[in-house]
């Protein structure tokens, strides 16, 4: 079984309330702006040893949260194609 914490969980986080992390010990970190269908992509980044961290927002997250969010290390983001395109620079 995955371990599952909510960022609201984490104290002195700037992140809290939008995020829950999948299997938290993960090496490496990837976010998903919106939860995907389905099961199996989340039992595959975990089962590569990918900490998940999935927004928990009814709405996509806006260009400056998934900065916020990416904040000093992120190894992967993943986002739905019905998601709007924006531009991170």
């Not at 002195?12 to 299997?23: A, D, I």
């Not at 039992?43 to 040893?49: C, F, S, V, Y």
Request: net charge positive.
């Amino acid at each position: 079984m995955t371990a599952k914490t909510s960022q609201n969980e984490k104290e002195g986080n700037p992140r809290r309330g939008v995020l829950e992390t999948v299997n938290p010990s993960g090496e490496k970190r990837v976010l998903v702006t919106r939860d995907l269908p389905g099961s199996r992509w989340l039992e595959i980044l975990t089962d590569a040893g990918c900490a998940v961290e999935v927004n928990e927002l009814p709405r996509a997250l806006t260009t400056a949260e998934i900065r916020a969010v990416i904040g000093g290390r992120c190894d992967g983001v993943i986002g739905q194609i019905t998601e709007a395109r924006t531009s991170l620079k």
